[in-house]
């Protein structure tokens, strides 16, 4: 009867594993707390096993990645070597931005950082109204948009005052003075909490100035809110709820920097200062129908700023137009060269060498793809533009070890002090859950991974030997995943609404220090598109 009963369990596995059933070397919940013991670190029985299928899917990543041979030579991309002393400063002027004051505050609220700026500095209305208009709009709509986490209120009336005094003085500080701005609550400021977005840190104080924030004092814009991030820069939702799309409120406005995105679209802010790793400013500016710069890799300084990967996290405005981005990238980049005389904005009057990614626009089936084919065709019509290819031949789905390993590290305390499990958000998605399983990464694993990205550089580099430009599908493939990795500069452009009226964008790709080059490119294409909507619901 032992016998019967042993053949028919053998039988019976045998069937579940040629079925897939039974995984033999599926990594179980007691694998990972024996390995975690190893490095005397403890989680509930829940949390391990929420980790599983994510660090299976590791371990799949890994075997695919040893599938590509390196040689010897290559050396992991620990540091970039990026040559950003040739970077140039965008130049503008505000000849042709001329406009007179609007007799209802919504349409002031609308207004372009150069329109705003030449109305300020024209004295045709003041910092102090500005803002209070900005507040007004704050205190209406921001209930249901829950963009902002900490209302600056009392900072800004006084910077505003400041701002007035100078300019009456005749003391002008250039494009930015007196137009109020958002950044988001990733960046520290003496006296106001910086919450990172997340439970834990929602009564942080550090009392340190982020460096952005200094020299936007320097050009006297206006701080008038720290804006929502996704809990430690992760999605849209946040220790106070779901940041909303202006566009839709049903649905959230992407993340992470999902309230400099948001408040942007609503007219609630002038500009705003967002952060991104690998998607954060890009994605909720296309879904909020603003434009996203993500700048050079290093070119503007993260200092000041939660950090959750040194080696991909990038600083960088989001505005209502290209040329409002290339006024504020002036004055933040480092090796700042800002120059407010009169030099037109287009001055880039070289023949600019363009490509696009065909088999990219030719594969999108998204609600994209309207949109980005006129938007081809209307290029195609002004310019010579040659079809090209993005790298291909690499395991992008171990890439994201990288950024997982590095937020493990400097989230270190925060998870051998527990403080995961007082998330909002606790499922396979969340922030919680990425970091825990960030502590079974092998250190050999991270630095392949860097090497393979050490050579996805190096072929990205060549790209741009032969194009200044080059288009992609905002979502397109691997595309956000390459830039980032890489740290090429990038515009998100939105290029019209969907059938649901919801934007769509475009980007555009730039080599190391050329936002020069993609914002004067964006501003064209803006104009070409004539993309100018605002959201109904807040307009």
């Known amino acids: 009867m032992k016998n019967k009963i042993r053949f028919y369990l053998v039988v019976f596995a045998l069937f579940f594993f040629s079925f897939g059933y039974l995984k033999k070397d599926e990594i179980n919940y007691e694998d990972i707390r024996s390995t975690l013991k190893v490095f005397g670190i403890y989680f509930s029985k829940q949390d391990i096993n929420t980790m599983k299928d994510y660090v299976n899917r590791n371990k799949n990543s890994y075997s695919l990645m040893r599938e590509k041979e390196l040689g010897n030579s290559v050396a992991p991309a620990l540091n970039f070597n990026i040559d950003l002393k040739k970077s140039k400063g965008v130049r503008f002027s505000f000849d042709d931005l001329k406009t007179e004051l609007p007799d209802n505050k919504k349409d002031i609220a609308f207004l372009s950082v150069g329109e705003l700026s030449y109305l300020l500095k024209n004295r045709k209305i003041s910092s102090l109204e500005l803002t209070k208009i900005y507040l007004e709009r704050i205190q209406k709509h ?136 690998l998607g954060s400013i890009v994605s909720p500016s296309t879904r909020c129908g603003v434009i996203g710069l993500r700048p050079s890799f290093g070119s503007i300084s993260t200092s000041g700023f939660m950090t959750l990967s040194w080696s991909m996290d990038k600083v960088g405005p989001i505005c209502r ?88 590290a400097f989230f270190d305390s925060f998870l051998r002090k527990r403080l995961d499990s ?89 080599n190391y220090g050329s936002e020069d080059k993609i914002l004067y490119f964006a501003e064209k294409l803006k104009d070409k598109v004539g993309f100018d909507k605002k959201p109904p619901l807040f307009y």
């Open 142 to 277: 921001d209930t249901i948009l829950n963009s902002v986490i900490t209302l600056t209120e009392d900072l800004a009336l006084k910077q505003a005052i400041k701002a007035d005094e100078e300019i009456s003085r005749g003391i002008y500080r250039g494009a930015l003075h007196g137009i109020p701005y958002g950044i988001k609550d990733l960046a520290s400021f003496p006296g106001y909490p910086t919450t990172w977005g997340a439970m834990p840190y929602k009564d942080q104080i550090i009392n340190e100035k982020a460096k952005v924030i200094t020299k936007l004092e320097k050009a006297g814009a206006v701080m008038i809110g720290k804006l929502s991030s996704g809990a430690l820069a992760r999605g849209d939702v946040w220790f106070g709820g779901k940041t909303k799309n202006p566009w839709d409120i049903q649905e959230g406005s992407s993340g992470s920097s999902a309230g400099s995105a948001s408040a942007v679209a609503a007219g609630l802010v002038g500009f705003a200062i967002g952060t991104e790793t």
């Open 321 to 408: 137009t290209p040329r409002d981005c290339a006024i504020v990238y002036s004055f933040i980049k480092e090796n700042n060269d800002v120059d407010v005389s009169n030099v037109a904005f287009d001055h880039l009057d070289q023949e600019l060498k363009i490509g696009y990614t065909k088999k990219l626009f030719d594969k999108d089936t998204s609600r994209f793809y309207g949109n980005n084919a006129k938007t081809i065709d209307l290029l195609s019509q002004s310019y010579k533009m040659d079809e090209i290819d993005l790298p291909n031949n690499y395991p992008f789905a171990v890439f994201d070890i990288i950024l997982r390993a590095e937020a493990g």
């Open 422 to 510: 007082s998330m909002v958000e606790q499922g396979e998605r969340s922030r919680a859950n990425s970091l825990r399983q960030s502590r079974l990464i092998p250190a050999v694993e991270y630095i392949q991974a860097n090497r393979h990205r050490q050579e996805l550089i190096e072929e990205t580099k060549s790209l741009f030997e032969k194009y200044d430009i080059i288009l992609s599908p905002t979502f397109g493939e691997n595309q956000l995943l390459i830039t980032n990795l890489t740290g090429h500069p990038v515009v998100s452009l939105p290029n019209g609404l969907d059938i649901n009226g919801k934007p769509t964008s475009i980007t555009i790709i730039g």
